[in-house]
């Protein structure tokens, strides 16, 4: 591939901590020769793994992006042994917009990897992730929730990447967040995504779903606050106190299609189970209610098998094909081949 046309006002190789931007060509109508600027914090000390922390792939995603701009202004480069790369938000356009697509290509950016020097500002960005800082990497941090359209049960999650060290270290990275929950999930929605891109250059990748709609709770930012700090002192690049887990995680999978579940129509939506509760195979799960036609039963969302719900419908209003559920199913992630 060819060389990036981004320029980053941080050294990677320096130790200190420098707080800069990322300029990512982006020419408009008011601005010929403009860039649109990436915050990137860099802090480093002596020889140690390096960490990838980022927050913000979708723009409408924040306890991540909080976790990360306390953390950037917190740490001290007496506390880093080797070195944290902090981008509290990639997609910084949809982050101030709260939405999860950029407003200024329309791109999801978890669908543009590897990337493309030639291409929108997130295919740029997403390029230069590929070859400057995923190379630079050892431990890799996406941070998600399921957005303004998902309410997830808390978690951190991975995907099963195919067996060995790499596998073993992320299992153990993602019970270091210390949810109550850890998900095994499968890509239902396209390719390109970014930890992929980073698990296929052999980075441990920590991922995680930590809740969604438009409310964020207490308990949420601080689940993510402290998950965040104790993933990074077991990795060996932050100096403090691991938390050990108060007890063992409930691992569940959901990596078949039928695992999630769509709306058969558009309408109205209600959640008729809450988060975290076990289903059986053929219940409902929500109902579509159609206002245009209030005599009519509502249309009903089922479970495929029994599991648990793990995702569920944030917004009320519903279109067709949009997903509703997500239903996993307990796994010990350490008797999978
Ligand atoms: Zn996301």
Redesign the pocket.
Known sequence: MSASPIRSSVDYTASGKQHGHLYIPYSHNLGGWANLMVPITVVGRGSGPTALVMAG??GD?YPGQVAILRLLRELQPEQVNGRIILIPALNVPASKAATRLSPLDGKNF?RTFPGNPAGTVCEMLAHYLTTVLFPLADLVIDM??G?RSTDFLPCAHMHLVPQGPQRQKMLAGTEAWNSEFCFLYADIAGTGLLPVEAENQGKVVITTELGGSENVTTDVHRLTQSGLRNVLVQFGVLEGKFVPRPKPPRWVQALNWEDYRFAPESGIYENMVPLGENVTAGQPVGAVHFLENPQREPALVVAASDGVLVATRAPSIVGQGDCVACIAHDVDPRKLP
């Open positions: 792939n979708h995603e978890n998600h929730t957005g």
